[in-house]
Antibody, heavy 120, light 107 residues
């Protein structure tokens, strides 16, 4: 069965970076894309960006494009999202989701979420 | 680009709930709907405006008219109480957008 298993919770200082992993199983990573979505406490869903796991093409949300990098490691079927220059308002649960390979849409499977807390 | 949902909808058990999502690009871009319960990851309940993934009950249906798409829950149950999010994309940038979410209360 399709599963996306994310790395564990992180506590980071303002100005530092975080890298969240998302290990895919039950399907071929390169046949799909991976989108990343975050949810601040008590808030709605915010799309962060998408990576085509076959071509490694990316499409980032405009408000994050200077601070985020999404990559994949096909040898381990793992996707990564790195966010730099962390601020308090980056505190959120971060989700990876399987998406269409040619659009960033259609999130049919989700990871369990990774809580990232940014605090001094 | 934004898509807009009502913040809350209430429905009595067994009745029909409708949640709308409005956006200028919706005539050109598909809409997707997700259900999220507290402490859980979202679940895809409708894709490409009207299609239902396997395992999603038939009481969830979708429709589209112009710049508005609608999620309809027929015969709402207590277990349907959740936040519902509409998702679509900006036609120019292909960036994904989520609506602000609608809290469905079944009482």
């Amino acid at each position: 069965q399709v599963q996306l298993v994310q790395s564990g919770a992180e506590v980071k200082k303002p100005g530092s970076s975080v890298k969240v992993s998302c290990k895919a199983s039950g399907y071929t990573l390169t046949n799909y894309g991976i989108s990343w979505v975050r949810q601040a406490p008590g808030q709605g869903l915010e799309w962060m960006g998408w990576i085509n796991a076959y071509s490694s093409n990316t499409n980032y949300a405009q408000n994050l494009q200077d601070r985020v990098t999404m990559t994949t490691d096909t040898s381990t079927s793992t996707a990564y999202m790195e966010l730099r220059s962390l601020r308090a308002d980056d505190t959120a649960v971060y989700y990876c989701a399987r998406a269409s390979v040619d659009t960033a849409m259609d999130f049919d499977y989700w990871g369990q979420g990774t809580l990232v807390t940014v605090s001094s | 680009y934004e898509v807009t949902q009502p913040p809350s909808v209430s429905v009595s058990p067994g009745q029909t709930a409708r949640i709308t999502c409005s956006g200028d690009a919706l005539p050109q871009q598909y809409a997707y709907w997700y259900q999220q319960k507290p402490g859980q990851a979202p679940v895809l309940i409708l894709y490409k405006d009207i299609e239902r993934p396997s395992g999603i009950p038939e009481r969830f249906s979708g429709s589209s008219s112009g710049t508005t798409v609608t999620l309809t829950i027929s015969g709402a149950q207590a277990d349907d109480e959740a936040d519902y999010y509409c998702q679509s994309a900006d036609s120019n940038t292909t960036h994904v957008v989520f609506g602000g979410g609608t809290k469905l209360t079944v009482l």
